[in-house]
């Protein structure tokens, strides 16, 4: 499980996060929501190591990660599919999905059988460039990537930007999947209250670089969302 215990997180002088605490437990999807520049992808790369917090701590699995370094929290099970995907053109989709292997031990080092049956189109295009497929498949290979890692916990920004619906929906089913595995927690940050709504079992919503709204699924109140996604 991941406890994120009242975080603060600063660009320069900038604040981008202000006492942030959420939960995030095995075999569940936690959604974070918010419009644009609210401090989502900053929670993330926080989570992720991938800029120090000022404040507050970070716990996966009863283990404190707050000052490991982004390598140290690979290892310990943490992998973020971040925003725009960020795969290497230059190398193969089989390439790509390797780089995972760099936080594994060597008897690991294997792509796992899900990749290629949540997403088959990865195996057909092993030797394709990752630069030359579409803005939907290089967002699958983002997560095959990812889930290569073998992870506790899968960090998903905007999973669905950009995307055509018929993938949004691969990737829908694919986080259900996941979830239901009860191997791993999920964090899923978007925009979309529809497919959030779908695949959370407790939604958050941040504004500010703060949380103004956090519920769980049964006790959800929509219009509260709505208008804490409105602030």
């Known amino acids: 499980m991941l406890d994120v215990n009242a975080i603060n997180l600063h660009y320069g002088a900038a604040q981008a996060l202000r006492g942030i605490s959420l939960k995030a437990e095995v075999g569940k999807v936690t959604c974070v929501l918010g419009r644009n520049g609210v401090g989502k992808t900053s929670l993330l790369r926080a989570i992720a190591g991938q800029h120090a917090v000022s404040a ?32 290497f053109p230059l190398l193969t989709v089989e390439e790509n999905l390797e780089t995972g292997f760099a936080s594994l031990p060597r008897d690991r080092r294997k792509v796992p059988d899900d990749v290629f049956s949540l997403f088959p189109v990865l195996r057909s295009m092993l030797k394709r460039r990752g630069g030359d497929l579409s803005g939907g498949q290089q967002q699958q290979l983002a997560i095959g990537r990812a889930l290569t890692m073998r992870p506790k916990l899968l960090l998903l920004d905007e999973p669905t930007e950009g995307i055509q619906p018929s993938i949004i929906k691969d ?8 979830r239901g595995l009860g191997e791993m927690a999920i964090v899923l940050v978007e925009q979309y209250l529809d497919f959030a709504q779908e695949l959370a079992d407790h939604l958050v919503v941040m504004d500010r670089g703060s949380i103004v709204y956090a519920s769980d699924k049964a006790n959800l109140d929509e219009g509260a969302v709505k208008r804490a996604l409105a602030i």
Do not use: C, F, M
């Open 171 to 178: 990737i829908g089913r694919a986080i259900g999947y996941l």
């Open 56 to 87: 507050g701590s970070i716990v996966l699995d009863g283990k404190n990660i707050t000052h490991l370094r982004t390598v140290a929290r690979a290892r310990s099970g943490v992998a973020l599919v971040p925003q725009g995907r960020e795969i």
